[in-house]
Structures are given as structure tokens and as C-alpha cells.
T-cell receptor, first 117, second 109 residues
Framework: GAVVSQHPSWVICKSGTSVKIECRSL??????MFWYRQFPKQSLMLMAT?????????EQGVEKDKFLINHASLTLSTLTVTSAHPEDSSFYIC?????????????FGPGTRLTVL | RKEVEQDPGPFNVPEGATVAFNCTYS??????FFWYRQDCRKEPKLLMS???SGNEDGRFTAQLNRASQYISLLIRDSKLSDSATYLC??????????FGTGTRLLVSP
């Protein structure tokens, strides 16, 4: 199947710093990418939909000024957690729509575990 | 009411057992349905799509009942490697996936 990578796989940072997470589709072009967050023992929650060349669409309750999304190319979307605080500690997963699987298929990256001290 | 509801489990079964998971969804306009598998501290991986006619992939059988808004997954001849969390996932609009909290399965020797 299609491959989606994320970098970094884990990050530990101090409260107040900003953290950038990259999501790349390695063998296909993704016009749409999605960013999810998963807290322990909870389900994945969609944060935002990232569209190449246009502004991201954020889900209700997700602060767009805190979670900056940039989808500058068909293979790269970035999520920047600005002024991170301990409550932002979570597992952040991206997915990309496309690849050989057809329009219904989303391929997930391996996730980024963020710990804010 | 949650958009996608699952029994969190855990389901503890011996190797070789048959186990079934259920899931209900609230949005009648939901378009497509999936079962994903998630191992501890890993990303979810697509197990199978779910069709109204029912579909089978080896030891796994999925069923969809649109009238009851109900999805099921049956695993036959459980293996130790089947131990994971199984996520019921519903596509409610263009590419927007809603995940259930997952059902945890533990297969023991």
C-alpha cells in the first residue's frame, strides 16, 4: 500500500516552545491530508483537514492559531503546535487521501508522540 | 450520543476461539465503513472495508446493517497476533472519518 511518513516520531519539549511535525506521502500525491490527535485510551479525533494550496479546515474546538497547518506541496503537510503546554501532550497522527487504494482510502503515518514538560 | 460507539472490552479469549465485535453509528447519512486495527502506541492500519452485502477476508468477516446502523466484525480461529485494539470507523462526509474508541482484544495461549 501507499506510504506516509511522519517526522519526528517523538519529541519532548519545554512548555512554551513550538513544535513542527511533518507528514509526507512518499509514493503518491495527496491533495488532502488529515491531522488527528489521540489521547491515552481515547479514540482518534480529527483536528483539521489540510488542503494543498489552500487554508486548512479546522474541526470545532480546535484553535487554528495554536495548531498551524501548512500544505505547501502535494506530498508535504506540516502541523506546528505553537506555545505548547502539557495538555497538548498527545499522539499526533496524519493521514493522506489517495494512492492506489482509491478515493475512499486513507493511509496513516506512524504518528508523532509529543510530550510537553 | 457518540457518533460511533463500541464496547471497549477487553475481550479475553483463548487461541482458536471465535470472537465478535459490534459497533453502532448515529449518522444515517454515513457513506462508508471500515474496521481498523491499532497496536499499542502505533498508528491505525486498515483491516477491511465493510459492505452491505457482507465481506470476508480469511478469518475475518464484516457485516453492515444500514437499517439498524450496526457494524460487526467476526474473527475466527483467533491467533495470539490478533491481540490489538479494533477500531470501528465511519466516513460521514467527504473523507471525514469518525473513529470509535476501539475494542481491545487479548488472545491468550
Amino acid at each position: 500500500g501507499a506510504v506516509v511518513s511522519q517526522h519526528p516520531s517523538w519529541v519532548i519539549c519545554k512548555s512554551g516552545t513550538s513544535v513542527k511535525i511533518e507528514c509526507r506521502s512518499l509514493d503518491f500525491q495527496a491533495t488532502t491530508m488529515f491531522w488527528y490527535r489521540q489521547f491515552p485510551k481515547q479514540s482518534l479525533m480529527l483536528m483539521a483537514t489540510s488542503n494543498e494550496g489552500s487554508k486548512a479546515t479546522y474541526e470545532q474546538g480546535v484553535e487554528k492559531d495554536k495548531f498551524l497547518i501548512n500544505h505547501a506541496s502535494l506530498t508535504l503537510s506540516t502541523l506546528t503546535v505553537t506555545s505548547a503546554h502539557p495538555e497538548d501532550s498527545s499522539f499526533y497522527i496524519c493521514s493522506a487521501h489517495g494512492g492506489r487504494g482509491g478515493t475512499d482510502t486513507q493511509y496513516f503515518g506512524p504518528g508523532t508522540r509529543l510530550t510537553v514538560l | 450520543r457518540k457518533e460511533v460507539e463500541q464496547d471497549p472490552g477487553p475481550f479475553n479469549v483463548p487461541e482458536g476461539a471465535t470472537v465478535a465485535f459490534n459497533c453502532t453509528y448515529s449518522n444515517s447519512a454515513s457513506q462508508s465503513f471500515f474496521w481498523y486495527r491499532q497496536d499499542c502506541r502505533k498508528e491505525p492500519k486498515l483491516l477491511m472495508s465493510v459492505y452491505s452485502s457482507g465481506n470476508e477476508d480469511g478469518r475475518f468477516t464484516a457485516q453492515l446493517n444500514r437499517a439498524s446502523q450496526y457494524i460487526s466484525l467476526l474473527i475466527r480461529d483467533s491467533k495470539l497476533s490478533d491481540s490489538a485494539t479494533y477500531l470501528c470507523v465511519v466516513n460521514i462526509s467527504f473523507q471525514k472519518l469518525v473513529f470509535g474508541t476501539g475494542t481491545r482484544l487479548l488472545v491468550s495461549p
